[in-house]
């Protein structure tokens, strides 16, 4: 797993290049715990996080999150 964007909470943003899908980007929430995929590819995670203005938020908050 490769974390590329963290928090002071403990969230953060990953990818796994020996997933079978390696190019989708996780998001990783500390509380409540748990992951999900927030973009298919860093590419469109990059174009989604610039479309909302640099808000974090927006892109995590109607995620629902499967148990680590």
Not at 29 to 52: I, K, N, R, T
């Amino acid at each position: 797993q490769v974390t590329f964007a963290s928090d002071i909470c403990g969230n953060y943003f990953s990818f796994n290049p020996e997933a079978p899908d390696p190019e989708a980007v996780y998001y990783c929430s500390h509380d409540p715990a748990g992951y999900a995929v927030v973009a298919p590819s860093f590419l469109e995670y990059l174009q989604s996080f610039v479309a909302s203005g640099f808000d974090t938020l927006s892109l995590t908050e109607r995620l629902d999150l499967h148990d680590f």
